[in-house]
């Protein structure tokens, strides 16, 4: 067929050639008069005409393409694609990428520039479009199943949309659960790309979702051991869909849990996917409300795996222990899992507050004390911070344990050993100390060491907006805290409570005291 076709196109082709790529290069979005002019000189007929052209013109295709998607983006354009259904349905099923692509965009625009939403879908179902673009995203290639993708879920938004993508009866050939049954792996990975966008979209669409036991297609995909790269890709995909998630109960479900049980405790399995499957499980957990949904004596065996695998990793300092320790942070930030983590599985968070003054593994000590920090309530509201009794006592013997075991003998003297380190241990420190100092103990302990105070009071130590903001937020909170407590009338705190008070006064990033400008008089070098 390149035979037959003309290499040489005519004026007219070459000079649409040029106006289509000249519109579509334009940069930013066009408006409706820009279209308006640019359709009265190339109709709809002619530039739709052009894609069916049997003569090859290098880059006509890609120029045109390009054109009717700016033109479809606008309000003005986007009004002629009701009288174009006969095209969209061609498009979606021609041979060209480029041109299934442009159906796909063609869809979005329909629904997301009408007025009347409900009347652009109910022109989308009128013409059965929703199965053409379920066809699109299973066999086009990248770009345009990401196209239909888009497209599927415009067609979500509105709420009748939901009885398009989740048909009424099981034995629909269109369900997810039963296309993804008769789907090659790659094509099973695109549906549940779908399910992890559409999740989130709106609370009618995630029941949908979980009321059609959807999810269990990724655990099913997680779980087959005969394509590793998939399993990744299902459990990406679903960590994104958690994360999404508007209601953490929905996507918790127990045999989703012992799942990721059995990955984090099996050693035969590559550490990325343990690596993945415990931050996945302490992303499932990031939600007071779900401890609501789950029973507690699962949350205890997830961190029981969890402690486990940091044990037989004790003595390295990797991306899976970096991991494991920023899924104890996750499940500790709320205050149910902080206060299961200090009083049912205390091995998880001796593990991390050890963890927090080891200094010869820097990634290690790091990744705990952020989950340190969280433990002891830096993501909680002020109200949360505090503990249950037994979990507070359990917090305070752990780290006066831990300190006791240490050359520093004393809390304080940890504190002040992860502030002597680098920026990024120091970093993770403030949050630590910050959130601390909120228990009168601690207040104490900081207080006892002046060295803690002159580190914390430092202008000149942080470089960066960010070390700035933490270091200045850590003088703002035992600040407040002294301010509160006893303490303050100390002869001691009372020695450098001037000082913080300066320090919060001055701010995160003023290092000095104002100084007016002044005239430099120097003497005058000839030559």
Not at 182 to 206: G, H
Not at 209 to 236: Q, V, Y
Not at 418 to 441: C, F, H, M, N
Request: aromatic letters at 4%; charged letters at 20%.
């Amino acid at each position: 067929m390149e035979e037959e076709r003309s290499a040489t196109p005519s004026p007219e082709l070459a000079q649409l050639l040029e106006a289509s790529s000249e519109f579509a290069s334009f940069p930013g979005l066009q408006n409706d008069a820009s279209v308006k002019e640019f359709l009265d000189r190339y109709p709809l007929q002619v530039l739709l005409g052009a894609l069916h052209s049997e003569i090859y013109v290098a880059g006509l295709e890609d120029s045109v393409v390009s054109c009717l998607d700016k033109i479809f983006r606008t309000k003005y354009g986007a009004s002629f694609i009701p009288n174009l259904m006969s095209f969209l349905q061609a498009g979606l099923q021609a041979t060209s990428e480029t041109i299934k692509w442009l159906a796909c965009r063609a869809v979005c625009h329909l629904v997301d520039m009408a007025d009347d939403k409900g009347a652009a879908l109910q022109i989308i179902i009128d013409h059965n479009i929703y199965p053409l673009l379920l066809n699109c995203l299973i066999d086009g290639n990248e770009r345009t199943s990401a196209a239909s993708l888009d497209a599927i879920k415009s067609i979500v938004q509105p709420p009748q949309g939901i009885a398009v993508i989740f048909p009424a009866s099981a034995e629909d050939p269109i369900q997810l659960r039963n296309l993804a049954a008769r789907s090659s792996s790659l094509a099973r990975i695109r549906i549940l790309a779908l399910i992890t966008k559409l999740y989130p979209v709106s609370d009618q669409v995630a029941k949908a979702i979980h009321d059609w036991n959807l999810l269990s297609l990724f655990e099913t995909e997680i779980n087959n051991g005969k394509d590793p790269l998939t399993s990744l890709s299902a459990m990406e995909l679903l960590y994104e869909l958690v994360e999404s998630s508007n209601d953490a109960t929905l996507p918790l479900r127990p045999t989703l849990l012992q799942l990721l049980i059995n990955i984090i405790s099996n050693s035969s399995v590559d550490s990325i996917f343990r690596s993945r499957a415990a931050l996945l499980g302490g992303r499932l957990l990031r939600s007071a409300d779900a401890y609501t949904a789950i029973d507690q004596s699962v949350v205890a065996m997830l961190l029981s795996a969890i402690s486990g695998k940091l044990v037989e990793l004790e003595s390295q300092n990797n991306d899976e222990v970096e991991a494991a320790l920023e899924s104890l942070g996750l499940i500790g930030a709320t205050n149910p899992g902080a206060n299961l983590m200090l009083t049912s599985s205390q091995d998880a968070a001796k593990l991390v507050v050890e963890a927090s003054f080891d200094r010869h593994h820097r990634g290690k000590q790091q990744a705990a004390l952020l989950a340190l920090g969280s433990i002891c309530g830096a993501d909680r509201s002020e109200d949360k911070i505090i503990l249950s009794e037994k979990a507070e006592g359990c917090l305070k013997h752990l780290i006066y344990t831990a300190a006791a075991n240490s050359s520093k003998l004393t809390p304080s003297g940890l504190l002040l050993s992860v502030l002597k380190q680098e920026p990024e241990v120091r970093l993770a420190s403030y949050r630590v100390i910050a959130v601390l100092v909120t228990r009168q103990w601690c207040l104490a302990e900081v207080c006892s060491r002046q060295e803690i105070i002159s580190i914390l009071t430092d202008q000149h130590i942080e470089t960066t907006k960010h070390g700035m903001e933490a270091r200045h937020d850590c003088c703002v909170a035992i600040n407040r805290a002294l301010s509160a407590s006893s303490l303050l009338h100390d002869a001691t705190a009372a020695g450098f409570a001037g000082k913080l008070q300066e320090a919060v006064r001055r701010g995160p990033y003023l290092a000095k005291k104002h100084v007016e400008a002044q005239p430099v008089v120097g003497t005058m070098e000839r030559f």
